[in-house]
């Protein structure tokens, strides 16, 4: 990661395990719907502008992922669909399409707690937003919360085994 693009997470960790405790709940909502446990909040000035879960299957889209949901819900409540001085907290690392939405939508700040060593965009495989090719820049802060954004990743797949 590189320096002028982290956030401090000193600065504001209650605030970020707040929020994504958030998230989480939406990961379990997930799970419980069979879904891949995957949540998301979206954060402006304090206040929640949307919140979701991953919701392919059910849908029967494979664009709904938390991400994607959150923004899309965001965008229709702001009537915009650029979201600037947003902050986006989500369980696990985004993938390449939630990566690009990010940037499309002009998030400010991505906050995210366990990576995804398969397709993690932004650390894991991927590098995406450190692109300089970009026409916005996201910053990111990973790790929040990551130990229990991971164990309900794990426990979901180990029952599904």
């Keep these: 990661m590189k320096e002028d693009r982290e956030c401090p997470l000193s600065q504001n960790l209650e605030t970020h395990e707040r929020w994504m405790t958030l998230a989480l709940q939406q990961a379990e909502a997930a799970a419980q719907a069979g879904e891949v446990p995957v949540g998301a909040v979206l954060i402006a000035e304090g206040?929640?502008?949307?919140?979701?879960?991953?919701?392919?299957?059910?849908?029967?889209?494979?664009?709904?992922?938390?991400?994607?949901?959150?923004?899309?819900?965001?965008?229709?409540?702001?009537?915009?669909?650029?979201?600037?001085?947003?902050?986006?907290?989500?369980?696990?690392?985004?993938?390449?399409?939630?990566?690009?939405?990010?940037?499309?939508?002009?998030?400010?700040?991505?906050?995210?707690?366990a990576r995804e060593p398969r397709s993690g965009a932004v650390v894991s495989q991927q590098n995406l937003l450190d692109s300089a090719s970009l026409n916005h820049k996201v910053r990111y802060q990973e790790g929040v919360l990551a130990e229990e954004c991971g164990k309900i990743m794990q426990a979901f797949f180990q029952s599904r085994r």
């Design 47 to 113: 206040e929640v502008l949307a919140q979701a879960h991953n919701r392919p299957i059910s849908a029967q889209d494979p664009t709904a992922h938390a991400e994607i949901l959150a923004l899309r819900a965001a965008a229709i409540r702001q009537q915009n669909y650029r979201l600037p001085r947003t902050t986006l907290y989500v369980t696990i690392e985004p993938c390449t399409m939630c990566v690009g939405a990010l940037v499309h939508a002009r998030i400010d700040l991505l906050v995210f707690g």
